[in-house]
């Protein structure tokens, strides 16, 4: 069946209005959203909102409610707050100074003609004093606490009888004493440390000088004209020659050497061997120092003086004794696990 002329025509002509009527609408819808897109937009107006008012009941301290917050209803293990350490107290040095000081009005100085060379502490019950007479602190004596001094002479006493002067403690440059009832403090002569407080007592009514040494200032300075000139008449012995065992010293170096407490313990150090019973080591020996003038080296073992065993810090003090008044003594060593003996003779 064949189409006429006629009626393809007016298919096509239709078919073009359909297209040309789809692009005016597009066309128009673009223009129409255009145009609204342009339109000015109203201004917002902020609209107040109320505040919620909280009731009087729900404005209750956090207190009225501790009871219900710590029932724990539900049993729960409860883990305790970790506590801030405490803060360490301010420093007080004024009144820390005050503290450290000796209480003279509990234990005055004593009168007696003793006096403090040096002191060694290791615990309350392993403490020495070396207590001398006043100006002769060379010549002491090794003391630990419970032991006694013949008022008489001021040498040891062993016996310990009625009426002898006791050691009862030993502290950091004193010495507490108790003698006919009464404790008393023995202190270091000449030691700057406690010259407030000798100058405090002295200024008081019924109180004397801390240490007081016998005799007036006359005697005081001669006396120590005297010892400036021995000091420059000492001869310094020389250092010992490898492999000598025998020496020759003065009565006027060994004072000297003596009476240099402080530096008598800073020159060499000691400790104890693990041996049973213990002996003492030389650990450090100071170059030119009294100990290698004796002729003592590092790493030797103390084992006797005079033919007494050497076992006990005690023991090994009474060394310094022995050098004060024996004319001859007779040290053994262990040196290199071999026994030297030294011999020196104190003119």
Request: aromatic share 6%; hydrophobic share 35%; net charge neutral.
């Amino acid at each position: 069946m064949k189409l006429s002329a006629g009626l393809g025509f007016s298919l096509t002509n239709l078919s073009l209005g359909v297209l040309v009527s789809y692009n005016i609408g597009m066309v128009g819808s673009q223009r129409i959203q255009q145009a609204v897109l342009d339109l000015p937009l109203p201004p917002q107006v902020q609209q107040s909102r109320p505040t919620a008012v909280v009731p009087q009941d729900q404005q209750r301290p956090y207190g009225e409610f501790t009871t219900t917050l710590d029932s724990n209803v539900f049993h729960a293990q409860k883990k305790e707050p970790l506590k801030p350490p405490p803060q360490p107290a301010p420093a007080q040095p004024e009144q820390a100074t005050e503290d450290t000081q000796p209480i003279v009005e509990a234990a005055p100085p004593t009168q007696l003609d003793l006096a403090v060379s040096g002191t060694m502490i290791y615990g309350p019950n392993n403490s020495f004093a070396f207590i001398s007479r006043k100006g002769k602190l060379e010549q002491y004596a090794v003391y630990q606490v419970g032991e006694c001094i013949d008022p008489e002479n001021y040498r040891p006493d062993e016996d310990c009888k009625t009426g002898r002067i006791r050691v009862v403690k030993i502290q950091d440059r004193e010495v507490l004493i108790e003698h006919q009832g009464r404790k008393e403090r023995v202190l270091m002569e000449n030691d700057p440390t406690y010259a407030a407080i000798a100058e405090k007592i002295s200024s008081g009514p019924k109180q004397k000088a801390l240490i007081q040494t016998a005799g007036s200032s006359k005697s005081q300075t001669a006396s120590a004209g005297k010892s400036t000139k021995q000091q420059r008449a000492v001869t310094e012995p020389a250092l010992p020659q490898s492999g000598q065992t025998t020496f020759n010293y003065t009565r006027a170096w060994v004072d000297e050497q003596l009476g240099s407490f402080d530096k008598i313990l800073m020159d060499a150090r000691v400790v104890a061997t693990e041996s049973k019973p213990p002996r003492f080591k030389f650990k450090f020996i100071k170059r030119g120092s009294l100990y290698e003038k004796l002729g003592l080296q590092k790493d030797d073992i103390i084992l006797e003086v005079n033919g007494f065993v050497i076992d006990s810090i005690t023991k090994a003090l009474k060394l310094m004794e022995t050098l004060q008044s024996e004319r001859e003594i007779v040290l053994k060593v262990e040196r290199q696990q071999q026994p030297v003996t030294f011999r020196y003779f104190i003119d």
